[in-house]
């Protein structure tokens, strides 16, 4: 623009070309969108983290997913993924070679017939029975008990609630 000595004077714009609308009431919009944008994303993690320990319509757990180890005499489960499951609920049925054991472990408890005292997790009953994800629970099966636990043979383990199977593994025996 041209002043009337004939020099041009500056002139800033705080609109942008043809806008109408200052470029400073495009950051208060901005701003708002993002925040909404982050609202909804968090909403969505928080229903798909806290949604996801939910028990089905009928009240029975989903199935989880469980991790076996095998080392000598002591089995250990590892629960991966899923919903918490209460072990005073959990029936344990361990195979040997296809070959039930003669005793089952009475799941959550500390001492009993056909098992090492003092299981580990959640089996303990002194611990939480609540076994969660990331979890790992052991039983020690002691030598009165048959089939033998030992070095080479295949150990099959599955989890019952209210009779229904939530959960199955299995592993080859180790040596310790």
């Not at 009240?59 to 499951?85: C, F, K, N, Q, Y």
């Not at 089996?123 to 089939?147: C, Q």
């Amino acid at each position: 623009m041209r002043n009337r000595i004939g020099r041009t004077e500056r002139t800033e714009s705080t609109a942008s070309p043809g806008s109408g609308v200052g470029s400073r009431a495009i950051a208060p919009i901005g701003v708002v969108l993002l925040l909404a944008i982050g609202t909804v994303l968090a909403g969505t993690v928080a229903t798909a983290a806290f949604g996801a320990t939910t028990a089905v319509p009928d009240g029975s757990p989903t199935t989880v997913a469980i991790d076996a180890t095998a080392e000598r005499d002591r089995i250990t489960l590892t629960h991966r993924a899923g919903d918490p499951i209460d072990v005073r609920d959990l029936e344990v049925r361990i195979r040997v070679d296809d070959e039930p054991l003669a005793r089952q472990p009475p799941v959550p408890f500390f001492s009993a017939i056909g098992f090492r005292s003092g299981p580990t997790g959640p089996f303990n009953a002194a611990s939480d029975p609540d076994w969660v994800a990331g979890e790992s629970a052991s039983v020690g099966v002691a030598e009165t008990n048959a089939p033998r636990v030992t070095p080479g043979r295949t150990v099959e383990i599955e989890l019952l609630v209210d009779g229904r199977r939530v959960a199955h593994a299995e592993a080859v025996v180790k040596p310790g």
